[in-house]
């Protein structure tokens, strides 16, 4: 039937062990005890979903003493009270500490079975809610740990393309950027390539693989964005991401793992390094674009 566990509590073993035997050739899992005091020492040690008690057992606390404790103890329970000596006000008076339900004596084994049942659907549903809420709560946290994250990885990508503003030189300018790549996504070796002319020129390399010759690559205007590239003599899983302002090619830049790796060209951080470092290249293009205008602006007027 199930393999939740049921306690039944009652102190009379000639009605309480019946109805053990009764409820566990039916398919149910039952436990038994003879008192409260006992009955909380069981709760204790094992999580009961549902508890069946007598309500007036001498010698101790009673079973409305036991709901109390029980919920205090472990507030998913649901308590059934059984007992021949039933009246509105201690229906209510049960209600009032927690009881699930109530079965009077003497009473069919169908009906005990019912009450049972539709306490263990209740008690399931109780037990799915709270993993659900679980569930949410470590999906916020967890999802609140990746913005803070993103966040604090957006601010340091900031810092770098502030940093490479005054830069000069091209390999200077990126290498900030390749460190917090290599922390940030491991790879086994990378080439940054920048375009000149038809062809491309090797602006920094790491790795121990061979490289292929630069002319197997496609030209610097023909570069597809489809990021995922073999490339003769390069890695076996290999990425060849174009940077660019616009329609012109800045450069390009190579990433190379052993294995097959979890790295993903559209993983929101790496979109934001190759944009930051775009930004970098473009700003660095056209400091340079400005000085020759500068140049040609200053030898114009000197021939003057």
Not at 39 to 49: G, W
Not at 56 to 80: E, N, Q, T, Y
Request: aromatic share 8%.
């Amino acid at each position: 039937m199930t393999p939740d566990p049921i306690l039944i509590v009652d102190d009379e073993p000639d009605f309480r062990l019946p109805l053990k035997e009764a409820l566990a050739r039916d398919g149910y899992t039952v436990d038994d005890t003879d008192s409260a005091t006992m009955a909380l020492s069981l709760i204790e040690q094992k999580h009961y979903p549902v508890i069946v008690t007598d309500l007036h057992m001498p010698g101790g606390p009673s079973g409305l003493d036991l709901i109390a404790a029980v919920k205090a103890r472990d507030p998913k329970a649901l308590c059934v009270i059984i007992t021949g000596y039933a009246s509105l006000d201690v229906t209510v008076e049960a209600i009032k500490r927690g009881a699930y339900d109530f079965v009077q004596k003497p009473f069919k084994l169908v009906e005990i079975e019912a009450v049972l049942d539709r306490a263990l659907e209740h008690a399931r549903l109780l037990m799915q809610l709270e993993a659900y809420r679980k569930d949410l709560e470590e999906r916020v946290v967890s999802r609140v740990k990746t913005l803070k994250s993103f966040h604090e990885e957006v601010l340091a990508l900031n810092a770098l393309l502030m940093s490479a503003q005054v830069e000069v030189d091209e390999k200077r300018l990126v290498e900030p950027f390749l460190k917090h790549l290599a922390e940030r996504f491991a790879p086994d070796g990378y080439v940054v390539l920048l375009p000149d002319a038809s062809q491309w020129g090797i602006l920094i390399r790491k790795g121990e693989r061979p490289w292929a010759s630069l002319g197997s690559l496609p030209a610097p205007q023909a570069l597809r964005e489809t990021l995922e590239w073999g490339w003769e003599g390069g890695y076996p899983d290999g990425y060849l991401v174009p940077l660019r302002n616009g329609d012109s090619t800045l450069g390009a830049l190579f990433l190379g793992f052993e294995k097959r790796s979890s790295f993903d060209p559209e993983d929101p951080s790496f979109i934001l390094l190759k944009a930051q470092m775009q930004a970098a290249f473009h700003g660095l293009r056209c400091a340079r674009d400005y000085a020759a205008a500068e140049v040609r602006k200053a030898l114009g007027q000197s021939q003057r």
